[in-house]
């Protein structure tokens, strides 16, 4: 059994399971060893109930010291009991379990484990996992992992799949010479993909994290160093020169561009003149007008006489682009003749825009990664634009080279990423910072608070939206219970809210002529691209949705951004979400609501209040959670590293860097007997792209 080997090979796969897996992109056997969990659950010892902090999970034995009743809520069957152990007591609620009223007998104890709330001055545990005490000590102190699945497949399930495939997997000789593995304190893949799934305890753990991942960074930097381009200059063959149009679009604007905007408007001019491909990064926070800088650039571009395109990471931004640049068309009359093309499309809509594209009659093209595809044939594509795409890189560059000649490059990205950072992975582009918000803005408004101000700041939405103003609200998941079937997720153990219920419960708290509608990324692109519409429009008052609206989106009238479950984000994806309002004349407010009461969890997210730089914001979530931190939740997946992360796991993609550097410099090709195994792995991996999907 090797990496390629079907899934449909493991004993016990069936045409059921193999569907179910594809649903997870699971197809293959390596597929499934690189499905890592996403936390892992520790059972600690029980405490005494007395010492169970609010807001943790924990264990507690205790004696049931009474049924204090059930009751149905709709169709909710509730039972409440209350234990106690001789430190202290504390009530448990279970939901739609009447089988348990019989189990629990009074007087009989049990080992529950969950998250302990308060309810007034009493202490609550909702829906807890309940043990025998043998049962208990049978786990005490291990980890499990837990993996986000889809209906139908069970965690169980999945761990006996995974057992399976570890057991007949045929590793291939390790990759790194010895030297290597010793300089770096790395173990051996084998031992690090048993000890991901199967860990005997923290420590080795974060060894078997570290390697992987290191196999991540330093493939992803060998390979983009190997590269031929790499740090090349590359001759240009449009030399593109400043027209009236740009000039005049510039006056036409309703606001002057900021100083920072000026001067990284005029940096790409330089570049996109000069007689080399233009290759740059521009980073600016949220809000700092990225967009209109790439616009100009486009404009120039057009105004030459030649094509450009812009490339956005969803549907949803692309659509809105294009219509940002119709606007610009119809308003002041620039020359811009664009054309969108998204997945999404149909056959016949795409065919007559490849048409438009390969003809030369649009002179921009707007849309998703399907832009880059084998059949879109350019006319004269002479700039590349990417909004929030990281990973737009060395192989994208190859693809669009096979198209024709170089096209310049303008990466745009609101990701705060140190330069040390920056200069590791962007490597060989020329760096740009918009380090100034355009001066118009009101600061956003922002509270950090806990489950019961929901009611409150319902009322302030509906205010909010009586003015004419418009709302956001995000949950972490888009329906019920998808991958925790006790209803509880992650290490936090606090409920997860979701899109589609969360909506219904809106629209019968707020008062009936308020609008609201939902988005998630599992919706058909059609329906999403209505309901954006709709938003944008002023049909739809308050939009529910998951992270979905994360990058790009602009709807000035919005002023509220709510988030649920906040402890479940990282603080720069939170920064992100607080970009999509502010961006107008009104004030804007965030309501950032956790649903943990730990006080580090609320601790974290008022660093939110304190700073509006997401540079500061994303260093201070570093070192509050400190590297090699690996319960909880990811940074946002703009980069789209597997399990590396770029802030957390920042000193091991120094040290990826540096050995990638030290064997370019002394084995480029990867041809001494040391370095066998890695050239096999790496050709494989190219011709695979399994490790390079993005590049
Ligand atoms: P981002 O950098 O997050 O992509 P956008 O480009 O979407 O930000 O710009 C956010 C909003 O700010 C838009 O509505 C845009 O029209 C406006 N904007 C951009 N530049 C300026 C400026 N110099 N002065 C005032 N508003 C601006
Ligand atoms: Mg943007």
Request: charge should be neutral; include cysteine; glycine fraction near 8%.
């Amino acid at each position: 059994m090797d990496g390629q080997s079907p899934i449909r090979e493991l004993k016990g796969v069936g045409e059921k399971t193999q569907k179910l897996f594809a649903k997870l992109d699971i197809h293959t056997v390596g597929d499934l060893l690189t499905f890592y969990p996403k936390d892992y659950e520790t059972f600690q010892k029980p405490v005494g109930i007395a010492q169970a902090a609010l807001g943790e999970v924990c264990a507690v034995y205790g004696c049931v010291w009474g049924i204090l009743g059930e009751k149905r809520v709709r169709n909710l069957h509730v039972l409440n009991v209350k234990l106690s152990d001789g430190t202290g007591e504390i009530f448990v609620t279970f939901y739609n379990m009447p089988f348990l009223k019989k189990v629990l007998k009074k007087g009989g104890f049990y080992v529950f484990r969950g998250m302990v709330q308060s309810r007034g001055a009493n202490k609550l545990m909702e829906q807890p996992k309940l043990f025998s005490l043998d049962d208990y000590r049978k786990i005490e102190g291990q980890l499990l992992p837990r993996y986000s699945l889809t209906k139908g497949l069970t965690n169980q399930a999945l761990l006996k799949y995974m057992r399976q495939a570890l057991t007949f997997y045929g590793f291939l000789p390790e990759r790194y010479s010895g030297s290597m593995l010793e300089r770096n304190g790395l173990i051996s893949e084998r031992a690090a993909l048993e000890a991901i799934h199967f860990p005997s305890g923290r420590e080795e753990l974060l060894q078997a994290r570290k390697r992987l991942v290191f196999d991540e960074f330093f493939s992803f930097l060998f390979m983009m160093r190997k590269s031929k381009d790499y740090g090349r200059q590359i001759t240009s063959e449009y030399r593109i020169q400043e027209t009236a149009d740009t000039v005049r679009f510039l006056e036409q604007l309703p606001f002057p561009l900021t100083e920072a905007q000026k001067r990284v408007w005029q940096e790409i001019r330089g570049d996109m003149g000069s007689p080399y491909c233009m290759n740059r990064l521009v980073q600016g926070d949220v809000g700092s007008g990225k967009t209109i800088v790439a616009v100009l650039a486009l404009l120039m571009t057009a105004a030459n006489g030649y094509q450009g395109a812009l490339m956005a990471p969803t549907e949803v931004l692309a659509l809105q682009h294009f219509e940002t640049v119709q606007g610009y068309v119809k308003k002041y009359g620039c020359s811009f003749r664009p054309v969108l093309l998204t997945g999404s499309m149909s056959a016949g809509e795409k065919r007559e825009a490849y048409g438009r594209i390969a003809s030369g009659e649009a002179n921009l093209v707007i849309g998703t990664h399907a832009l880059i595809q084998e059949k879109v044939q350019y006319h004269s594509l002479a700039l590349v634009v990417t909004d929030e795409q990281h990973r737009f890189g060395v192989r994208q560059r190859e693809r669009l080279a096979q198209k024709g000649a170089q096209p310049h490059i303008l990466v745009m990205s609101a990701t705060p990423i140190p330069r040390t950072l920056a200069l590791i992975l962007y490597g060989d582009l020329q760096i740009s910072v918009i380090d100034e918000l355009p001066a118009d803005r009101l600061p956003i408004k922002n509270c950090v608070v806990n489950t019961s101000y929901r009611a409150t700041a319902y009322r302030f939405i509906a205010k909010e939206v009586e003015q004419g103003r418009q709302v956001y609200v995000i949950c972490p998941q888009v329906e019920g219970a998808e991958d925790a079937q006790d209803g509880f997720s992650g290490e936090g153990g606090a409920p997860m809210e979701n899109v589609v219920d969360y909506t219904e419960k809106l629209k019968s708290v707020l008062p009936s002529h308020i609008q609201v509608a939902y988005l998630h990324g599992k919706m058909r692109p059609g329906d999403k691209k209505r309901i954006m519409e709709e938003f944008a429009s002023h049909t739809v008052d308050v939009l529910v949705s998951t992270t979905v609206v994360e990058v790009g989106i602009n709807v000035p009238n919005a002023t509220v951004m709510m988030v649920e479950n906040a402890e479940r984000f990282g603080l720069a994806q939170l920064h992100q979400l607080r970009g999509r309002v502010g961006r107008g004349e009104h004030q804007s407010y965030c309501i950032f609501v956790s649903a943990n009461e730990k006080e580090e969890a609320m601790e974290r997210l008022k660093i939110l209040k304190k700073s509006n730089d997401g540079f500061f914001i994303a260093s201070e979530d570093l070192r509050l959670r400190g590297p090699g931190e690996l319960l909880g939740v990811r940074q946002s997946g703009e980069f789209s590293f597997q399990i590396g992360d770029i802030y957390t796991d920042a000193a091991v993609l120094q040290q990826a860097a540096r050995e990638a550097e030290r064997i370019l410099a002394e084995d480029p090709d990867l041809a001494q007997e040391e370095n066998e195994a890695l050239r096999r792995y790496m050709e494989a991996a190219a011709e695979n792209a399994v490790d390079f999907r993005s590049i």
